[in-house]
C-alpha cells in the first residue's frame, strides 16, 4: 500500500513537470522569442532535456550544487534552472540539503528504479559473484553500467589485498580511458562509438588515448577479445580489466570489473585476472537464463 501511495505520488508529480515544460516553453519565448525552442531538431523536447541535465549534473558531483553552480555548469539561466529544480523537488527526484539549501539528488529516482534493479538481480546475482571473485583475486571488484555517457559503478566489492577503494558505487569513468568504459562502449551501437570517438577525448595522463583512430581500434580490439584494459590511463597507479555480462537475450547490460594497483599489474597477473573476470561475467550471464 505505501509503495502504490509512493507511486501515485511520482505519478502526480511527473504530471506537475509536463505542466512546466508549458511553462517553461511560454517563459524561454518571453526572455529570446529568436532562439528559444523546446522542442530540438531531434524531436526531444527542451524542457525535459534540461531536466535530465540537472540530473546527470547532480549525480556526477561528490556534493549537493547550488542553483547556480547548475546553470553554469549546463548553461541554462538559473531562473530557468530554478523552476526545474522545484518541480523535480516536488517529484522527490532531487532535494535541498537542510544546511546548505544546495541541491542533491532525492529517494524518488530509489523507487523509480527499484524495478529495474530488482530485474537486473544485484542483490542475489551480481553482488555474491562480484565477492567470489574480489575474494580469489584479492582485488577490487565492481559491477558497472552504461549511462549513454560514462560507465557509472552500481555496486563494487574490496578484495582481501585491495590497498584502497577504487570503484565506490556512483563513481562514473569516461569511456576513453577505463577498462570498463571502454569495454561497455565498445558494445555500443557504431553511431554511438563515432559520436564518442568525435567527441572531446581528455587528455589525463601520458597513457590516455586521445587519438580517435586509436581509441576506434582499442574499442575493435576490446569487443573482438571480450574484455578491456586499462593501463593507468584515468589515474598512473590504478589499472583495471573489464568484461561484459548479457541479459537473457543476450544484450549487454553490465560489465565485470577487477581494479589493481599498477604496479601489481604484471604480464602474469594480468592473465590470472583476465580469466577469472571473464568467467565471472559469463557465470553472471548464464545465471540470468
Known sequence: MLRMTQH????????????????????????????????????????????????????????????????????????????????????????????????????????????VLAELHIKDLVRPALEDLAVRSGETASYNMWDGREAVTIEQVPGPGAVRIFSEPGRRDPGHCTACGKILLAHEPEDVIEAHCAGALERFNERTITDPAALRLELATSRQRGYALNFGELDSEISAISAVSHDAQGKVVGSITVTVPSYRFTQERQEDLIAMVVETARRVSRRRD
Open 8 to 115: 501515485r505520488c511520482i505519478i502526480r508529480d511527473c504530471h506537475a513537470l509536463a505542466d512546466h515544460v508549458k511553462r517553461d516553453r511560454e517563459c524561454a519565448l518571453i526572455e529570446n522569442p529568436a532562439t528559444s525552442r523546446i522542442e530540438t531538431r531531434s524531436g526531444t523536447v527542451g524542457a525535459v532535456e534540461h531536466a535530465i541535465a540537472i540530473l546527470h549534473c547532480l549525480s556526477g558531483s561528490p556534493e549537493p550544487l547550488g542553483i547556480n553552480e547548475i546553470a553554469r555548469r549546463i548553461g541554462l539561466h538559473k531562473s530557468s534552472i530554478s523552476r526545474l529544480v522545484a518541480t523535480l523537488v516536488a517529484a522527490r527526484l532531487v532535494e535541498r540539503d537542510t544546511a546548505s539549501a544546495r541541491i542533491k539528488l532525492g529517494p524518488g529516482l530509489v523507487l523509480l528504479a527499484a524495478p
